[in-house]
């Protein structure tokens, strides 16, 4: 299973773009990169999912480097309800994907 | 769409006690996931569930936990005995299959604590 690695915690301000960077050195040809946020009493909500170059929802853009060692989750214009932890998985999807601490994020008003 | 529903929301009992708790995933979705999530931590994988059979459960302490999910949809996880260490959420998550573009869809969770 590839281990990730994400910082433990980002400070943010209303209105700027926050980009979450997650280490992920031994993926494997298999495996994808998703996102997860998850609010306070609730349970992890999917954010988006990508293999390689970059993906965008209404929601976030997901940026992978040729390597697939690392990836970049990015938020426009971040406001004080996307406050939340975010996890990076790396693996094939919905099968053998694990959790690691996450990212807490805080956006400051 | 009705969404993952779980039950109990909350959870308090002894150690040594005995405690289940219920998921009804969304409906079609095969695949099923029990996750413990220990507060200030990820969530951990305990199980999941391929309709009916069970396609991983190698982080479920099998001498206390127990999981079943008859007819492929309702699953109930059971923790006998529990311990203080099994404090914690344990989250349910479904799945329409488990490829490529298909999301885990989660539930609200069951907070346990064990005293």
């Known amino acids: 299973l590839a281990k990730t690695t994400q910082p433990i915690s980002m400070d943010s301000y209303e209105g700027q773009e926050v980009n979450i960077t997650c280490s992920h050195n031994?993926?494997?040809?298999?495996?994808?990169i998703t996102w997860y946020q998850q609010f306070p009493s609730q349970g992890p909500r999917f954010i988006i999912q990508?293999?390689?170059t970059k993906v965008t929802n209404e929601v976030a853009s997901l940026f992978i480097p040729a390597d697939r060692k690392s990836s970049t989750l990015s938020l426009p214009r971040v406001s004080l309800s996307d406050t939340a932890v975010y996890y990076c998985?790396?693996?094939?999807?919905?099968?053998?994907?694990?959790f690691g601490a996450g990212t807490r994020l805080t956006v400051k008003p | 769409e009705a969404g993952v529903a779980q039950s109990p929301r909350y959870k308090i009992i002894e150690k040594r006690q005995s405690v289940a708790f219920w998921c009804n995933p969304i409906?079609?979705?095969?695949?099923l996931y029990w996750y413990q999530q220990i507060l200030g931590q990820g969530p951990k994988l305990l199980i999941q569930?391929?309709?009916?059979?069970?396609?991983?459960d190698s982080q479920l302490p099998k001498d206390r936990f127990s999981a079943e999910r008859l007819k492929g949809v309702d699953s109930t996880l059971k923790i006998q005995p529990a311990k203080l260490e099994d404090s914690a959420v344990y989250l349910c998550a479904s799945s329409y299959l488990a490829g490529v573009g298909d999301t885990q869809y989660f539930g609200p969770g069951t907070r346990l604590t064990v005293l």
């Open positions: 031994n993926i494997a040809t298999n495996d994808y």
């Open positions: 990508g293999y390689k």
């Open positions: 409906s079609g979705h095969a695949t």
């Open positions: 569930f391929q309709n009916n059979g069970v396609v991983d």
């Open positions: 998985l790396v693996g094939e999807v919905n099968n053998d994907m694990r």
